[in-house]
């Protein structure tokens, strides 16, 4: 695996197979590659002939200094994992250089409505963060396809809109959440996780297949969320938000609407977990 930081090279062996006419599937991350991450590879290997990867911390996305010093960086082991999944590239670029001016100083990317609701609310500046990364990405990449993971819904959506108002030529894909056994979903946030609340933390998905069991059986969402936001505050967890709202959208729900999403946030000790569930009614 070639392993590159600076963009000159990057975009040098990247030119190079457009030439041979390989077809490039991207897949950024922020490193500490768990499961999850992995069949995001497996997923850009089926799709294109060269997979590159990134690992960048993004300072941007991040609106809480604590959160981006603490987050956790495993190159190494990282590395490791991406050899075998047979990735062809790695770019790890610093924030020197995809920042060089600093972050007030830097051209940024927003995604009107979609930004500024359920995790964007909690987390101002989260998304204008996430969209002009993953647009320097995608202008250094070039890629023909970018695999995404569902877990983080709002992400995925906010891309897909991006690509699509800016014209980027590219083939956005969201891969299937990975989950423990007990349900929980993969994350790099669960390694804050105590084994006490490592138990607890599955009730996240169990409430969210509850809400949504209880709006197939024909309960009003309101009434059905209520019920669900109290069951979590008994626990350990305490609610962001868990809201219903259309799943291609992302808008409030109509009584047309049939294909829904429960999307949830809740704290847990030192992690702040999200979930997502599409279901139908
Ligand atoms: O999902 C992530 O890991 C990050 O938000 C992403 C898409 C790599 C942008 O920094």
């Known amino acids: 695996m070639l392993v590159v930081s600076e963009t000159k090279a990057l975009r040098a062996q990247i030119k190079q197979w457009q030439r041979d006419g390989e077809t490039i599937a991207f897949v950024p991350t922020m490193g500490n590659l768990h499961r999850g991450h992995l069949t995001l590879m497996q997923e850009a290997k089926k799709r294109g002939t060269k997979v590159v990867a990134s690992i960048f911390v993004n300072p941007m996305q991040f609106n809480n200094k604590n959160d981006l010093a603490n987050y956790p960086r495993t190159l190494e082991e990282d590395q490791v994992k991406l050899i075998a999944e047979g990735v062809d590239m790695l770019f790890t670029p610093t924030p020197e250089i995809m920042y060089p001016k600093g972050l007030e100083a830097q051209t940024f990317v927003e995604v009107p409505v979609l930004s500024n609701i359920l995790c964007g609310a909690s987390r101002p500046g989260h998304f204008r963060g996430v969209a002009t990364i993953v647009a320097k990405l995608f202008n250094l990449v070039t890629p023909d396809i970018a695999c995404f993971g569902t877990k983080d819904y709002q992400q995925l959506r906010v891309i897909k809109l991006m690509v699509k108002d800016l014209s980027f030529d590219i083939d956005i894909v969201g891969v299937e959440t990975v989950r423990e056994e007990s349900g929980l979903a993969k994350s790099s946030r669960n390694g804050y996780l105590t084994e006490q609340e490592l138990e607890v933390a599955p009730l996240l998905y169990k409430t969210m297949q509850d809400i949504a069991k209880a709006v197939q059986g024909g309960e009003c969402i309101e009434l059905a969320v209520a019920h669900g936001i109290e069951s979590l505050n008994q626990s ?34 030192e992690a702040r977990l999200i979930d997502n569930m599409v279901f139908r009614r």
């Not at 709202?245 to 729900?253: E, F, I, R, T």
């Open 236 to 269: 350990e967890l305490t609610t962001d938000y868990i809201r219903i709202q259309n799943a291609k959208d992302l808008s409030g729900v109509n009584d047309s609407d049939k294909d829904l999403v429960i999307l949830a946030a809740a704290h847990l000790g």
